[in-house]
């Protein structure tokens, strides 16, 4: 099953924009984590925050976590290319369940 | 320091045939951790080692199967291969806590793309 879902699917804007994207899940978490992913790669790790944690900022990522909506976003502020990949959330349920991903594409 | 390393990066296998992928964590890592990456199924949980232990398994067949040695390398097996099984396998490794609790960071391998025909 997957906990986490993802919104938008797909994502587009252009150089320097800020991107958006959202996470959802289903029952209650103590950790998400979330990762992105280039094409056909491995994913990397980005950010962990726990479930006492409301927001948590690294570099040009902002996450935040709402658990009373159980649901988190992700903020890249001052969007470039190479923020082109695929971003996933990542929550625990037993196991570690990924959502569907974001594919973000930065235009330049 | 070393990445983790899946070999081979490319596999073609037919129906019915079996297959190894090999995983290599960080050194140091004792942790290794597997995952099927499909368009149409996103990423799934298969299992999770810990010395030589697996700690955890996901909803696959018997099947899938895997093991982890001594010096943390491990490997995954899948057996009697079905065209559903075309995927790219990664394998994640952490310092020693469980992937599960999504409680620490996971460094993931590029990647073995499967693919049977």
């Known amino acids: 099953s997957q906990q986490g879902e993802e919104d938008p699917q797909a994502l587009s804007i252009q150089e320097g924009e800020n991107a958006t994207m959202n996470c959802s899940y289903k029952t209650s978490i103590n950790n998400l984590q979330w990762y992105r992913q280039n094409s056909g790669r491995g994913l990397v790790h980005l950010i962990l925050i726990r479930s006492n944690e409301r927001e948590k900022h690294s570099g040009r990522l902002r996450v935040t976590l709402d658990t009373s909506k159980k649901s988190s976003s992700l903020l890249i502020t001052a969007s470039r290319a190479a923020d082109t990949a695929s971003y996933f959330c990542?929550?625990?349920?037993?196991?570690?369940?990924f959502g569907q991903g974001t594919r973000l594409t930065i235009n330049p | 320091k070393a990445g983790v390393t899946q070999t081979p990066r490319y596999l073609i296998k037919t129906r019915g045939q079996q297959v190894t992928l090999s995983c290599s964590p960080i050194?140091?890592?004792?942790?290794v951790s597997w995952y099927q990456q499909t368009p149409g199924q996103g990423l799934q949980f298969l299992f999770e080692?810990?010395?030589?232990?697996?700690?955890n398994k996901g909803n696959f067949p018997g099947r899938f199967s895997g093991r982890q040695f001594s010096n943390s390398r491990s490997e995954m097996n899948v057996s009697t291969l079905e065209l559903g099984d075309s995927a790219l396998y990664l394998c994640?490794?952490?310092?020693?806590?469980?992937?599960?609790?999504?409680?620490?960071?996971?460094?993931f391998g590029s990647g073995t793309q499967l693919s049977v025909l």
């Open positions: 050194s140091g890592h004792r942790s």
């Open positions: 080692y810990f010395s030589e232990t697996q700690r």
């Open positions: 994640a490794s952490s310092l020693g806590g469980f992937a599960s609790l999504a409680n620490e960071k996971l460094f």
């Open positions: 990542a929550t625990d349920e037993g196991k570690l369940v």
